[in-house]
């Protein structure tokens, strides 16, 4: 009979925000799987737990997936845990639980601590309708692609960021959405947890000789419904019909392709594979 891999929210700061449930799925594992083996350690220590520890990480999930799946087949039972927070969010534990699916093995959420929920709920900002959009990406051109597929999305949107990156990114946040509420939350559940309430304007002032300090949750306001632009009529033809019609405008295929995502507010590869679908 296979084992379980239970997914055990950690404290994201302070320690007695841990479960009791937590505790009891962490002694009772066969191994504790660990984004930070060391780091994992002390919260062991802390509780006087002894147990076994592999490590599972961006870096090695592929083949100490594998390892993890074969341990979960042999019937022992696997705790896994991030340096922080819920695992599976923002962290490769997703892709460990999807091989869990396709292997037929049980995952047991433990729940616990998230960074983002806890931030929303002392934003000030609107909870009823949020999404969470994690990290954005290095990468400058991708990243404006995010942002410029959320700038008409009524949602508040919850970012995380880390403190050298944060200025890039309150300036591109800028850019793309314009002046806009925002909550910037840093160091959460620690001694130096911080809530500042402001836009996004005034944030970037904020910032601008001052070194941003601890791990950032970024809550930001949604669009206006006022401010979402009126329906695009070339939206109402076919997505090869929109295509078309841009390229025989002039415009390169690759071109007119990126324009009709941005008409739609559709992924670029959404309009691109279904151009290119026989």
Known sequence: MAGKLYLCATPIGNLGDISLRCLEALKNADIIAAEDTRRTLGLLNHFEISKPLTSYHEHNKKEKGEYIISLLKDG???????????VAISDPGEDLVSLCIENSI???PIPGPVAAINALIISG???????????????KRHRFEH??????DTHTLIFYEAPHKLKTTLKDLYDVF???KIALVRELTKIHEEAIRTTLSDALLLYADAAPRGEFVIVIEGASEAAKPEENPLN???VNEHVNRYISKGMMQKEAIKQVS???????????????RV
């Not at 941005?262 to 290119?276: A, T």
Request: proline residues 2%; neutral net charge; glycine residues 6%.
């Open 76 to 86: 022992k039972n696997v705790a896994l845990v991030s340096d922080a927070g819920t």
């Open 106 to 108: 049980d995952t047991v």
């Open 125 to 139: 900002i609107s909870t009823r309708r949020f999404a969470f959009e994690g990290f954005l990406s290095v990468n």
């Open 147 to 152: 942002l410029e597929s959320l700038k008409n």
């Open 178 to 180: 314009g002046d806009r």
């Open 236 to 238: 109402a033809l076919t």
């Open 262 to 276: 941005l008409d739609r507010q559709v992924p670029k590869r959404d309009i691109y594979n279904e151009y290119h």
